[in-house]
């Protein structure tokens, strides 16, 4: 129990450390993903990555959400999704509470779509982490991902929803947030981890993941965040990055940890 | 605290032996020297008289911290290593104990950390339970947030310690014994429908030896409140837990919740089972063997193989009547009791092993498979077994497939503490090489010990530390190095059969802190020795290897270096001779033999001036008392001289000695010392009362 005391102690010492950007990408007019950073929402393309440090005293919040059915209806349901999250989640939870939340997000844009026929079949994909001082719990519904980062490979931590065999470039997901003419219950994956000094999270969406293989994200892991956020959203760009790209990194130090 | 449903105020506590009773008004009860009042007008502190709590002496307050409502009557005399962190423990002795009273007015104190409720009732049952069974619980209480309990104090310690001090393997007849006292004691828990949980031979006390008195403590599994505890506590004793202990812990919190009042009382028959064994073979069946892979082992193994080592039949029916994996199986008190009266008891039926039957972790049968280079595998085992010949591809496999493996084993083959510990593994901080290692093993314990396509065999490790020391190859020394960081050897040393291993991993960590220990000593005597990386791993490992050449090599080495000056100095000489020197100091020598020359030169030198001054101050004495007795032969008087040049030879060793350690500076700098202490003295004597000296010597 005092070792407990004692850990909780050192982890009121951690910061997230958070580098994001999300890009329009190489061929759509538009950007329809949107990223949460804490209580930060961002739809709109970006030129360069951002970062921040928060306190994860408080549940700190980071997701990123792929809106899809066209020009106004994924933007708005990215937005709305994302929106409904910050609102939902507030203080600790756990992956049976996140899960929860999810639900009511996706009620929420069903409700929203129902009153607006240009907004019918709205729908997005989420992915993201919630960093506590203990744990850091995530969750996804769609096939944006969220990847522990280890010292020389990415651990998927999300489930993708897509169609058995389905490969890279498939436009297809099994479930949304939204995202159908008609109310569907969702089953949200969530899952928990231990918050350590030194762990980092990558959240995206297909956009990078489409566009840029896994090997070749790898290879870029040993850079610093900011590098490492700049080269991907590079390498996606170069390869043409058809989808909008939305590339999140959270890293969790100490306070006194090396800065960028 | 509650008494009787009515909840009354902790302050007015009276403890009195046997039960907790309430204080009306102010009368106290007064029962020899356990009586403890707070509150009320007849513990009122008088003006300028402090609490006898806050009156502590600071040796107590380090020792420990008590409740008020104990620190009113009794002080701490020991705290005693307490398992886990759900509370401190405390050896107690009456504030007025005489001198002569000895262990028996001492109690032990149990303080439960902030947070940690014990369940009352669970605690009035014990208070109700036989004493002559139970631990005697006096007392229990609240105070300033922590929960207290005050027991008997039992001197002689616990069957652990008699087994330490008769064992390991005890005589047939003290077996008989003791099982027939615990077996006792736990048929009267389970009559009060509580339920230990936590049986093993350091929960099990002596009270007196002959004749053999046993007695049953420590409740705190069964008396927490908190089911989150008991999933915490059950895995810390998991060597006398039975299987259901891993596999219902995460499934049904609910009935955990409520389990000291469960049906079947024989998770503590399982305990008594591993007990047994332990004292009839002289070893603990999973003695070295990590937890997380015992854990693995109750869920796959055939329980049979933990009785293999019992020869007699008759104690072999037993262990295996209580060491059944279906709980309904297991052997209980009544079956216990009739084996007591009668071995062959024919009504006595040991039911024969389920592999596939019963609840989840039972079912060891696969449902369905998992593919891994080309082929299929349906058991953790198989899996284990062909990941451990391809380092690259189980590599690939851990990175890619983690999800997949953790789903078959968590959904198909409904193994779910072992998906748990697959899943500990990756969110570990270990490196990927360790937690490849220790993926290969949780799934197949059993599986030849191989390390990045290597066999990792003790035979195997030699060689390594041979290319490694001797041959400079950088491949070896990565692997030893890796081998030791990522505590491969550790682990390898905990699998079942891996003596050997673990032996090494003993010896090597030893080593180390050896090493550690030395460099701490030496650097009071200013000498610097490296910090132990790399080669000095390799170094100490291969050192350290049972049957390696590398240490006849070193401690050869060490018989050629360590002559002339260097035998003269006075640290390496602590170290020990090199037929006696650790591997740690044979490792290090390379780095001391130069300031050990210096020293020893330095020793050589003084021992030169220790002369020189000898025969200088000798010659002195002997002129100075030729020259006064020539200057007055009628006035020389021999007592007077004597007593003067006494004193002169004493001021001459005096100054010799400055000028032994340090020569003429040496001389030169404690004649400073003296005029600066003389100086100091009469600052203080008042004769130097200048403002400059004052700040001079304020400072």
């Known amino acids: 129990m005092a070792q407990a005391a004692g850990e909780a102690q050192d982890n009121r010492q951690l910061m997230l450390h958070v580098t994001a950007v999300t890009h329009r990408g190489r061929v759509r007019s538009h950007n329809e993903d949107t990223i949460v950073v804490a209580r930060w929402i961002r739809g709109d393309s970006m030129k360069e990555p951002r970062q921040s440090v928060h306190d994860i005293g408080d549940a700190a919040l980071v997701l990123v959400a792929d809106g899809m059915g066209g020009h106004v209806g994924g933007r708005e349901a990215s937005r709305r999704a994302a929106d409904s999250m910050v609102r939902l989640m507030v203080g600790d939870t756990d992956p049976a509470e996140v899960a929860s939340v999810l639900r009511k997000a996706n009620s929420e844009l069903f409700a929203v779509a129902a009153t607006d026929p240009t907004l019918r079949g709205m729908g997005t994909t989420v992915a993201g982490i919630v960093v506590m001082s203990d744990r850091t719990v995530w969750f996804n519904v769609g096939d944006s991902r969220v990847y522990s980062v280890r010292q020389e490979y990415l651990r998927q931590l999300s489930v993708d929803d897509v169609p058995d065999g389905a490969g890279p470039g498939n436009r297809r997901v099994t479930q949304s947030l939204g995202g159908a003419y008609l109310y569907l219950e969702i089953d949200p994956h969530a899952g928990s981890v231990s918050t350590r000094s030194g762990r980092r999270f990558l959240l995206c969406s297909d956009g990078l993941t489409d566009s840029v293989p896994l090997e070749a994200i790898e290879s870029a892991l040993t850079r610093d965040d900011l590098g490492l956020v700049a080269e991907l959203l590079e390498q996606a760009l170069a390869a043409g990055a058809p989808d909008n790209v939305s590339i999140v990194l959270a890293s969790i130090r100490s306070t006194g940890g090396a800065k960028e | ?699």
């Not at chain 2, 009785?307 to 052997?331: F, M, N, V």
Request: hydrophobic share 40%.
């Open chain 2, 1 to 699: 605290m509650r008494n009787g449903g009515e909840t009354i105020r902790e302050d007015q506590v009276t403890v009195r032996e046997g039960r907790v009773t309430t204080r009306e008004g102010g009368a106290t009860v007064r029962e020899d020297q356990l009586t403890i009042r707070e509150g009320g007008a007849t513990v009122r502190e008088r003006p300028g008289e402090s609490h006898p709590s806050v009156a502590r002496s600071q040796e107590e307050r380090s020792a420990g911290w008590l409740p008020r409502s104990l620190a009113a009557s009794f002080r701490i005399i020991e705290s005693l290593p307490a398992r886990g962190g759900e509370a401190d423990l405390y050896v107690l002795e009456p504030r007025n104990a005489a001198p002569s009273t000895g262990g028996e007015s001492r109690r032990v104190a149990k303080v439960y950390r902030h947070g940690i409720a014990p369940k009352e009732d669970v605690i009035k049952r014990v208070q109700a339970a036989d004493p002559a069974q139970v631990v005697r619980l006096e007392a229990y209480g609240q105070d300033a947030g922590r929960w207290w309990e005050l027991m008997e104090y039992v001197e002689r310690g616990s069957l652990r310690v008699l087994i330490e001090q008769e064992g390991p393997k005890l005589p047939d007849d003290l077996v008989r014994d003791i099982l027939e006292q615990v077996n006792e004691a736990l048929a009267g828990l389970h009559r009060l429908s509580l339920e230990h949980r936590d049986l093993k031979p350091a929960n099990v006390l002596v009270r007196t030896r002959t004749p053999l008195d046993l007695i049953v403590t420590d409740f705190g599994i069964s008396s927490l409140m908190d089911a989150s505890h008991h999933f915490t506590l059950a895995a810390r004793t998991i060597k006398y837990a039975p299987p259901e202990s891993i596999g219902t812990v995460v499934e049904d919190q609910a009935a955990r919740r409520s389990m000291v009042m469960i049906e079947h009382k024989t998770w503590d028959y399982w305990s008594l089972g591993m007990m047994l064994v332990e004292m009839l073979q002289g070893a603990h069946p999973y003695e070295g063997v990590a937890e997380i892979v015992i854990g693995n082992q109750l869920m796959t193994q055939n329980v049979d193989q933990l009785t293999e080592g019992i020869s007699d039949p008759d104690w072999l029916r037993l262990c295996r009547g209580l060491l059944r994996r279906t709980p309904s199986a297991r052997w209980d008190a009544e079956a216990v009791s009739k084996w007591l009266a009668n071995p062959s008891d024919p009504s006595l039926v040991v039911v024969a092993e389920e592999a596939a039957a019963g609840p989840a972790w039972t079912q060891a049968a696969p449902k369905g498979t998992i593919a891994f280079d080309g082929a299929r595998y349906a058991t953790p085992a198989e899996l284990g077994e062909a990941l451990s010949k391809d380092w690259s591809k189980t590599e690939s496999f851990w990175k890619r497939r983690f999800p997949d493996m953790r789903t078959w084993v968590t959904d198909e083959l409904g193994l779910g503490p072992l998906g748990d510990a697959l899943a500990d593994v990756d969110d570990s901080d270990a490196p990927l090489d360790s937690q490849v290692f220790q993926c290969i093993y949780v799934l197949a314990p059993n599986a030849p010990v191989r390390f990045r396509d290597t066999d990792l065999r003790v035979e195997d490790l030699v060689a390594l530390g041979e290319r490694a020391a001797n041959q400079g190859d950088a491949e070896a020394r990565s692997s030893l190095l890796a081998l030791y960081e990522h505590r491969i050897v550790v682990f390898a040393g905990s699998l079942p059969g891996q003596q050997g291993m673990a032996e090494v991993s003993s010896r090597w960590n030893e080593a180390v802190a050896d090493y550690l220990r030395n460099r701490d000593e030496l650097r009071r005597h200013g000498v610097t020795v490296p910090e132990p990386e790399a080669d000095l791993l390799v170094r100490l490992l291969a050192a350290s290897i049972p049957g390696s050449p590398i240490e006849v090599q070193l401690r050869a080495a060490a018989h050629r270096e360590v002559t002339g000056d260097a035998r003269r100095c006075h640290w390496l000489r602590e170290l020990g001779t090199p037929e006696h020197m650790s591997v740690a100091t044979l490792c290090m020598l390379p780095h001391l033999m130069a300031p050990a020359r210096r020293q020893g030169r330095l020793a050589r030198t003084q021992r030169i001036r220790g002369c020189v001054a000898g025969i200088v101050v000798g010659g002195l004495f002997g002129r100075l008392v030729d020259w006064a007795r020539d200057y007055s032969p009628e006035e020389f008087n021999e007592s007077l001289a004597g007593a003067w040049l006494l004193m002169l030879v004493i001021f001459a060793f005096v100054l010799a000695i400055p000028w032994y350690r340090g020569g003429i500076r040496g001389v030169r700098n404690w004649l400073s010392s003296i005029r600066a202490s003389i100086a100091r003295a009469r600052f203080r004597a008042g004769s130097l009362r200048d403002r400059d000296n004052e700040r001079t010597w304020a400072d």
